[in-house]
């Protein structure tokens, strides 16, 4: 079975970092772009990054560029989303998702290219 596990969400103060990671099982994404994406309560879910299945070609949403870094290690099939200067906007459930092609690029942010998802990690930012 294939599962996709987010961890190292949790509540931190406006100006915070966190970093999440994402683990998958059952299966190796090394040829797959990986993506995260948010909700917020009473909103749709958004992108928020996405990273080739080398590393060499990363999108971010204009919201988060610049303080959000995501990143990948093929060999322990996982994928992390570095966040710094956090704002109380951040506040979501933060999902990672695995592209359904391969060696896709440049990375899309379109949630509809993502045929793997995980359950998600509560993300809240207190200002």
């Known amino acids: 079975q294939v599962q996709l596990v987010e961890s190292g969400g949790g509540l931190v103060q406006a100006g915070d970092s966190l970093r999440l990671s994402c683990t998958a099982s059952?299966?190796?994404?090394?040829?797959?772009?990986m993506g995260w994406f948010r909700q917020a309560p009473g909103k749709e879910r958004e992108f928020v990054a996405a990273?080739?299945?080398?590393?060499?070609?990363?999108s971010y949403a204009d919201s988060v560029q610049g303080r959000f870094t995501i990143s990948r290690d093929n060999a322990k099939n996982t994928i992390y989303l570095q966040m710094n200067s956090l704002k109380p906007e951040d506040t979501a459930v933060y999902y990672c998702?695995?592209?359904?092609?391969?060696?896709?690029?440049?990375?899309?942010?379109?949630?509809?290219?993502?045929?793997?998802w995980g359950q998600g990690t509560q993300v809240t930012v207190s200002s």
């Open positions: 059952g299966r190796a994404f090394s040829t797959n772009a």
């Open positions: 990273i080739s299945w080398k590393g060499g070609w990363t």
């Open positions: 998702a695995a592209d359904r092609r391969q060696f896709r690029v440049p990375v899309t942010s379109s949630s509809g290219e993502y045929d793997y």
